[in-house]
């Protein structure tokens, strides 16, 4: 078994602190998600042994495909997992970005396939299908984009939303990307065990995970299909549990009450299962009062609910020593997660964190093969060794 690390580029800026909004909402940090900045962050993850960045897409975040399109030059190994919306291009179109991207990047692409969860957000983009036509359209895209990329002949597709005719792409791409997808309604099952090369879960309890494991599971040997499983979780490690909760302890008193009643409200709106899901976890908000201490959002051995306080999407974090939560990512690794998406504030200093502290034990228990291009701790300015 090799496990299959990720990181993230936060394309709407950085902080040392919890940032508020995603997922539909208003989002930006103290550090801009300049290209210089980005970099650096594709370098870290490169140098500690991360295979992809996972890219998100939204009016609340810089340009996917733009943003990594002009960090390949900065990179030699890194991957770029990019996040996709169906519906708002052509199935035709996005099938020959993929070609051209894996052609001048070496193959060094991987696609995140996000339906949208947020009515709102869509109709700034000119979409007005509901949740489950929005689906229902993806499927259909996403049985184009597959064809497409078979290479057999040109497609002919007449859907109830996606119609091509004779559509051909002059370059197959090489390897095809793999598709990841997430979604925790019945309709996301369906598209996933259909069209998914792995399926991507936000952070829950591994009992709760291991049962929507199960489920996509059921659902696609229906489909004569085996799909990989991934995660998507945010981290704080430290040397010991005490500075890694410390740290939880600093990021939750920086917190505005009037911030985390305004998030949770707009959060509550959303139409997407999965921050439903989410939002269960701490009570929607309920389980905050300032003051609070960072334990008492822990619902898990070292897992953490604080970062949905106030961010949409993702918003859980394993905290504690980098022996815990090494711990912890076997536990999820041994319910049949292949693939951890990996985040931390900030996303520059936070990858060596990992990278130093968590990595090498995953590496001495055979769960991770071996990263060669790092030969012993390698410390940023940010990064002290007592850290």
Not at 225 to 250: F, K, N, P
């Amino acid at each position: 078994m090799s496990l299959r690390f990720h990181w993230f580029l936060p394309t709407y800026g950085d902080s040392r602190n919890l940032m508020a909004g995603g997922h539909g909402s208003s989002m930006s940090g103290d550090r801009p998600a300049t290209l210089k900045y980005l970099n650096q962050i594709g370098a870290a993850a490169e140098t500690n042994g991360f295979e992809a960045v996972l890219t998100p897409t939204g009016a609340w975040c810089e340009d996917a495909w733009l943003t990594t399109a002009m960090m390949l030059e900065t990179t030699e190994t890194l991957k770029f997992l990019v996040a996709l919306r169906p519906g708002l291009l052509s199935p035709t179109l996005a099938a020959q970005m993929a070609a051209t991207f894996q052609w001048q990047s070496g193959g060094r692409l991987l696609l995140n396939v996000v339906t949208g969860g947020e009515d709102h957000e869509q109709r700034t983009f000119g979409d007005f299908l509901d949740k489950n036509q929005r689906y229902a359209r993806c499927g259909e895209f996403l049985d184009v984009i597959r064809q497409l990329w078979s290479g057999n002949g040109p497609v002919d597709f007449s859907g109830e939303y996606v119609n091509v005719e004779k559509a051909t792409l002059q370059r197959i791409p090489d390897p095809v990307p793999p598709i990841f997808f997430g979604g925790s309604s019945p309709a996301a099952g369906t598209v996933a065990s259909r069209y998914a090369d792995t399926y991507l879960t936000w952070g829950e309890t591994p009992s709760a995970v291991a049962a929507k494991i199960a489920w996509i599971r059921d659902l696609a040997e229906v489909q004569g299909r085996h799909l990989d499983y991934g995660i998507r979780l945010h981290v704080i490690s430290r040397d010991t549990s005490e500075q890694a909760w410390a740290e939880a302890d600093r990021l939750l008193s920086a917190l505005d009450p009037a911030t985390v009643e305004q998030a949770q409200a707009s959060l509550a709106r959303s139409g997407s299962e999965g921050q439903r899901r989410m939002l269960e976890l701490h009570g929607g908000g309920s389980a905050y009062k300032e003051g609070v201490g960072a334990r008492s959002l822990e619902i898990a051995p070292n897992l953490w609910t604080g970062v949905g306080l106030v961010r949409g999407g993702a918003g859980t974090a394993l905290v504690g020593s980098h022996q815990e939560v090494a711990d912890r990512i076997a536990e999820y690794a041994a319910i049949g997660l292949d693939h951890f998406v990996l985040s931390g504030y900030p996303h520059l200093e936070e990858a060596y964190q990992f990278g130093e502290g968590v990595r090498p034990i995953l590496e001495k228990r055979g769960l991770v093969a071996p990263h060669g291009s790092v030969g012993g701790p390698v410390r940023t300015p940010f990064v002290s060794s007592g850290n």
